[in-house]
């Protein structure tokens, strides 16, 4: 008798290897990044240390540069959705404010960990991540929940009001940018926090 749960089982099982293989190219390919930068990384190497076939690698992705955005784009995501549960935390706005911002300097400082220099920083890496369209979206993305923080927290009396939220947004994106040039640690990154948030509070 033909059972219907066998499609559908199959179809799940491939499902899962594709996704098993596409994550596997993305954590080599940044690996290979990191060790020999953007220029010394070919789709051969990156096929024999993933383990599989360059035919197979070629199904996936075209070229190294497409690889690298993909990614990116995975990191980002993963950093708006830890950024977005910060922002939705069960605190007082003003502790809520500084949660996010806390997050978003260890997220920015954490470029100069092992493991995540193909974050987009190195010039190599300029090129293909300046066109890649899921950075204009989460930046979006990232400016409106953080101008969500600080509205909450200006109605809270914790921040200014003589400045709007969506520009205060702004300039914590900025200020925290600076977070990438400090020293890898949290007290350096910290202490970026405790200024920034000095420059919210009312007058």
């Given amino acids: 008798m033909y059972d219907e749960r066998v499609p559908r089982l199959w179809n799940a099982t491939i499902d899962e290897h594709r996704r098993t293989v596409h ?13 020999q930068g953007l220029a010394g990384v070919t789709m051969s ?14 199904k996936y992705f075209p070229d190294v540069e497409a690889i690298v955005v993909a990614w990116h784009e995975r990191q980002v995501g ?19 404010l500084r949660t996010v911002l806390s997050t978003l300097a260890e997220l920015t400082g954490g470029r100069h960990q092992p493991g995540t220099a193909p974050v987009g920083h190195g010039p190599d890496l300029a090129v293909p991540l300046h066109r890649a369209e899921h950075l204009h979206h989460a930046r979006h993305q990232l400016h409106a929940l953080l101008t969500g923080v600080v509205r909450a927290a200006a109605e809270a009396g914790t921040v200014r009001t003589d400045v709007s939220a969506a520009e205060l947004a702004a300039f914590c994106l900025h200020a925290l940018g600076a977070a990438a040039d400090l020293p890898a640690t949290r007290a350096a990154r910290g202490r970026l926090v405790d200024v920034t948030l000095a420059a919210l509070r009312p007058a």
């Fill in 45 to 58: 190497q990156i096929a024999a240390r993933a383990g599989i076939g360059r035919a197979t690698l070629y």
């Fill in 78 to 96: 993963e950093h708006l959705a830890q950024l977005t549960q910060a922002a939705s935390a069960d605190a007082e706005p003003g502790e809520r």
């Fill in 23 to 35: 994550a596997a190219i993305l954590d080599t390919t940044a690996a290979l990044v990191a060790e």
